[in-house]
């Protein structure tokens, strides 16, 4: 067997995995890895199947495809876990996200972005946390502990009336009801990051009520690990 067979059967699993990246998909990264993941897969696996086959060809074919099989589904671990992480959000978090109060989104690096809005979240110039809000974090709390490999950043964001001061401060102490909340809840404080912006990067102008409600939030970003296989 000549390498190039082997070579441009692999390089025609990378180039049809490639037709199916979509431009600007945020999760390129991640699919471009199991695409090579795919073409290692084969090689390896044509390798074998070629040298272990009585039938050369036969082997040459069941290898190549194994394992990009194998080698695909390794490197589309990441993808998976946090498809899989996304959908228990979308489903517990429903009602929320039905009234605005919840958004979630799929950031680059196949990292999702859980933002909580004031309504829900915390009364205007307070750190203590509305019941509802509780129950919220509760729910995302119990998926945090089924998925450990992940890590969570926590985010707070005031609108800006205030101090510049007195904004940032009030902003960390929202990151912190939060971490306080999920780790209460069971997730381990080791994951847990918090982060206090004040009033900068406002969603909306700050020259209105609603505007303002938008820029009072809090944005929780769950991160995979290096080692999800």
């Given at each position: 067997?000549?390498?190039y067979?082997?070579m441009?059967?692999?390089?025609?699993?990378?180039?049809?995995?490639?037709?199916?990246?979509?431009?600007?998909?945020?999760?390129?990264?991640?699919?471009?890895?199991?695409?090579?993941?795919?073409?290692?897969g084969?090689?390896?696996?044509?390798?074998?199947?070629?040298?272990?086959?009585?039938?050369?060809?036969?082997?040459?074919?069941?290898?190549?495809?194994?394992?990009?099989?194998?080698?695909?589904?390794?490197?589309?671990?990441?993808?998976?876990?946090?498809?899989?992480?996304?959908?228990?959000?979308?489903?517990?978090?429903?009602?929320e996200?039905?009234?605005?109060?919840?958004?979630?989104?799929?950031?680059?690096?196949?990292?999702?972005?859980?933002?909580?809005?004031?309504?829900?979240?915390?009364?205007?110039?307070?750190?203590?946390?509305?019941?509802?809000?509780n129950?919220?974090?509760?729910?995302?709390?119990?998926i945090?502990?089924?998925?450990?490999?992940?890590?969570?950043?926590?985010v707070?964001?005031t609108?800006?009336?205030?101090?510049?001061?007195?904004?940032?401060?009030?902003?960390?102490?929202?990151?912190?009801?939060?971490?306080w909340?999920?780790?209460?809840?069971?997730?381990?404080?080791?994951?847990?990051?918090?982060e206090?912006?004040?009033?900068?990067?406002?969603?909306?102008?700050?020259?209105?009520?609603?505007?303002?409600?938008?820029?009072?939030?809090?944005?929780?970003?769950?991160?995979p690990?290096?080692?999800?296989?």
């Amino acid at each position: 067997m000549k390498k190039y067979q082997i070579m441009m059967a692999a390089g025609l699993l990378v180039s049809l995995s490639a037709c199916a990246t979509t431009p600007n998909d945020p999760n390129k990264q991640a699919k471009d890895k199991a695409a090579m993941g795919a073409m290692l897969g084969a090689v390896a696996g044509a390798v074998v199947g070629y040298n272990s086959d009585s039938n050369r060809e036969r082997g040459l074919a069941r290898g190549l495809a194994l394992g990009a099989v194998a080698g695909g589904a390794v490197g589309a671990g990441v993808g998976s876990y946090m498809d899989k992480q996304q959908a228990e959000f979308n489903q517990q978090l429903s009602s929320e996200r039905q009234s605005n109060q919840v958004e979630i989104q799929r950031l680059k690096n196949e990292s999702l972005k859980i933002t909580m809005n004031s309504e829900v979240s915390f009364d205007s110039n307070s750190s203590s946390m509305k019941p509802a809000f509780n129950q919220t974090l509760r729910k995302v709390a119990n998926i945090l502990q089924r998925y450990s490999k992940t890590t969570v950043r926590i985010v707070g964001y005031t609108d800006s009336r205030g101090s510049e001061a007195y904004n940032l401060n009030l902003s960390k102490q929202r990151a912190k009801s939060v971490a306080w909340a999920l780790q209460d809840d069971g997730v381990s404080h080791q994951r847990v990051a918090i982060e206090g912006r004040g009033e900068s990067n406002p969603r909306a102008s700050n020259a209105n009520a609603a505007g303002r409600q938008l820029n009072r939030r809090v944005e929780m970003f769950i991160q995979p690990n290096n080692n999800i296989q």
